[in-house]
């Protein structure tokens, strides 16, 4: 500090930052020690000061500065409070330091452009008024004061929704004068209804006369273009963005006399509706997924429920009343220690129930943490009134059991049901979705997406696999559960793929499949269990099983010499074993060939010397009602012959 400004210092100067609110508060926050009668240079170490109003006890001392401060605390020029006074300055509250800052602005008095001006008159501001503090916090606020919010509270992503929210209400509030405004119906020469080609106006086109309309059609296209704006921001400024506008759309008014018969977008009463819908769903995902503060979450929430909602959009009433992620029967739903959903508070029985849209934003958020376990009891629990829709996330209840290593829990868990009334996943799982779950049961191992093709790297052994015989105990029931399963072949083959094939995956998620012994001969010629599998899953399709039938019957009248030299190498067992295989089917047409084939014996006997060691009895034993007639007298006349040889 240099000689000449010391020179001139006459005085310290102590500044409290205590703004208290309470009107019994006593003094300024400034308190000024006199020291001009010690006039010298000299830092006084040895001698205290009292100051006997404050109590203050000055043991060291120097001349001090004029720091910054407000300007009903500036000690050069003396201050008058009042409570709202606006239009001129009162006495010398317009006279400034170097060093006066107005309380509003919140910089430098001679900076303040409303400092003295008519209306405004920041001079006469402090913080003693309730008015002038509320004018304080709207400046330093903006628009954001709408939603009690303060100026400790407001970040960077506050600020930008605010300014954002401020520009957009200036332009629907030329909009909306727009609508207001309508537009008139010229008057008609003549009657314009198809009916009533006459001259003169009918009762209809009378009224229309002059009628004025009023379409919400550019309000409409600028909300919405608004709202997609919104949803590219980050959440805080999304969220004051779209609970601006909610308000302010659920003020506007239809002038019109009468429902008016116009679009969706056109007529305000259908617009309004549906543009809260939109801002409900994107606040609903917000104020699950994202991170708000407590005190901002609680907020934002009394601020929609202060918006007077007109009757057409009463049923948004409560759709902000979004459990936070510390609500109590929630964490007890996370945490396993509720199963059910269901608790009574004050002796009344309380749900876990939420819109489709949170579910789906819980969802997703512990999708991202990898909170599988929670995930699980959490859709287990929670209600909704669109089944559709949860019936829908619930069916992956068995990939994020895979998910979190309980894969024995997910194979049992495909076949139940999640309550009385709906069916069980294993009805609706895809050809895709099965061949997926045989590979995670075999192996232990997961996709590394969040969904089963969405990735092509998988997380190895993370839980023990299923046991072999409890794989294919389930895999046929929901096989036979499914009857699109049933009938793709390609399900069978990834069945008996997985069978086949090691237990160890690898990483980019396919089987290696394991080098098996050669059948022996007797299977390869006598597996008739596969054919009979096949015939059978055609008994469903009858147009595919008649074109298979005739393709058998021509294939077999074609190679008829073949086919007998065949049956001399297998002997009479085989095709005792094949022509019963045909007539153990309750099928006319599979019926059909098998007596085709009695045909050919009949006819090629001396080809057929083996045809006297065929069991007789075993085919009289198909010769039972279930035989259509024509096959029965057939088979008769075939078993005759066989006992006169």
């Known amino acids: 500090m240099g000689p000449e400004k010391e020179a001139n210092e006459e005085s310290v100067i102590l500044i409290s930052d205590d703004e208290t609110d309470t009107e019994t508060a006593v003094g300024n926050s ?26 203050l006890v000055v043991t060291f001392c120097k001349k001090g500065m004029v720091m910054p401060h407000a300007r009903y605390d500036c000690m050069t020029h003396p201050f008058e409070r009042t409570e709202s006074e606006t239009c001129i300055p009162v006495k010398q509250n317009s006279d400034v330091c170097g060093q006066c800052y107005c309380y509003v602005c919140d910089k430098l008095a001679s900076e ?25 916090n709207f400046t330093l606020t903006g628009v954001l004061v709408i939603f009690n919010l303060e100026p400790t509270e407001i970040d960077t992503d506050l600020r930008h929704g605010g300014e954002l929210l401020f520009k957009f209400l200036r332009e629907l509030s030329v909009q909306y004068n727009n609508y207001l405004s309508g537009e008139i119906v010229l008057g008609l020469q003549d009657c314009v ?54 308000r302010e759309i659920a003020l506007h008014k239809d002038p ?21 819908s939109r801002i409900t769903k994107n606040l ?79 969802t997703e958020k512990m999708e991202n943490m990898g909170q599988y376990k929670e995930l699980v009891r959490y859709l287990r629990a929670v209600k909704c009134n669109e089944g559709v829709g949860l019936r829908e996330l619930r069916d992956k209840i068995p990939f994020y059991l895979c998910k979190s290593g309980d894969f024995n829990s997910a194979a049992y868990s495909l076949l139940l049901p999640i309550n009385n009334l709906a069916c069980c996943t294993a009805c609706r799982l895809s050809p895709s979705q099965f061949e997926s779950y045989l590979k995670m049961f075999w192996t232990g191992s997961v996709p590394s997406g969040k969904d089963f093709q969405d990735s092509d790297k998988w997380i190895l052994n993370i839980g023990s696999p299923v046991k072999c015989c409890t794989l294919i105990k389930q895999a046929l029931r929901i096989l036979y559960s499914n009857q699109s399963l049933y009938r793709n072949s390609r399900c069978w083959s990834s069945l008996i ?3 086949i094939s090691s237990p160890i995956l690898e990483q980019n998620g396919l089987l290696t499949t394991l080098i098996l012994r050669e059948p022996p001969p007797s299977f390869k010629r006598k597996n008739f269990w596969a054919l009979k599998l096949f015939l059978e899953g055609l008994l469903s399709q009858m147009p595919v099983l008649h074109d298979v039938v005739s393709m058998i019957a021509r294939d077999l009248s074609y190679q008829k010499h073949t086919l007998l030299k065949l049956w001399q190498t297998l002997g009479p067992d ?40 065929l069991n007789i009895f075993r085919l009289k034993a198909f010769k039972r009602p279930h035989l259509e007639t024509a096959n029965h007298l057939q088979l008769g006349k075939f078993v005759s012959i066989l006992e006169n040889l």
């Open 256 to 276: 019109a006399q009468s429902w008016q018969n116009l679009g969706p977008s056109e007529s305000l009463k259908l617009a309004v509706p549906f543009l809260m």
């Open 112 to 136: 303040c452009q409303y400092w003295t001006t008519s209306s405004s008159c920041h001079c006469n501001a402090h913080n003693k008024s309730k008015f002038w503090k509320d004018q304080r």
């Open 193 to 246: 209804c198809p009916s009533k080609q006459t001259a003169g106006k009918c009762s209809v086109c009378s009224q229309l006369q002059n009628e004025v309309i009023y379409r919400y059609s550019d309000v409409f296209n600028l909300v919405s273009s608004f709202i997609s704006r919104a949803e590219k921001e980050k959440p805080k400024s999304a969220a004051v963005m779209l609970l601006g506008v909610a």
């Open 30 to 55: 400034v308190v000024v020690i006199d020291s001009s009668e010690n006039s010298d240079l000299e830092e006084k170490k040895s001698e205290e000061t009292v100051d006997e109003e404050s109590g």
């Open 574 to 613: 085989y095709v005792g074993d094949l022509l019963c295989l045909f007539l153990s089917f309750r099928n006319s047409q599979l019926q059909s060939v098998g007596i085709f084939l009695s045909h050919v014996v009949i006819e090629n006997l001396n080809q057929c010397p083996w045809a006297k060691s």
């Open 284 to 362: 609903q995902r917000m104020l699950v997924l994202s991170d708000f503060p407590k005190q901002l979450y609680e907020k934002f929430i009394s601020f929609f429920q202060t918006i007077p909602l007109p009757p057409y959009c009463f049923k948004f009433t409560n759709c902000l009343n979004v459990p936070s992620w510390d609500h109590r029967l929630l964490t007890t739903v996370l945490k396993g220690q509720n199963i059910t959903g269901e608790q009574k508070k004050n002796g009344k029985k309380e749900f876990l129930w939420e819109v489709l849209t949170v579910i789906k934003a819980r």
């Open 497 to 499: 793929t997985i069978l």
